[in-house]
């Protein structure tokens, strides 16, 4: 079999951290997936590489969700009177 070296089928991919896991937190406006903010997922195409490198080495520290809990019904009742 003779090794396939046609450059038509050689793609240069952009590094991406996305795990298909699409949801926007609406508190933090990051995804839940990735852990990327809404423009850095909107401008991660026109990024140069030394800029999608930072937000990648990045990403292992951030927390796209809060952590803690908001109370509950107790809480959202609590508000209501406020």
Same mark, same amino acid.
């Given at each position: 079999m003779t090794e396939n070296t046609d450059n038509i089928w050689t793609r240069a991919e952009i590094e991406s951290p996305c795990t298909k896991v699409c949801q926007i937190h609406p508190e933090t406006r990051m995804c839940l997936g990735c852990a990327r903010s809404i423009d850095e997922i909107g401008g991660w195409s026109t990024m140069t590489p030394a800029e999608? &490198? &930072?937000?990648m080495a990045d990403l292992p520290n951030r927390t796209a969700a809060p952590t803690t809990r908001r109370g509950g019904r107790s809480a959202r009742l609590k508000r209501s009177f406020d």
């Open positions: 999608r &490198a &930072a937000i």
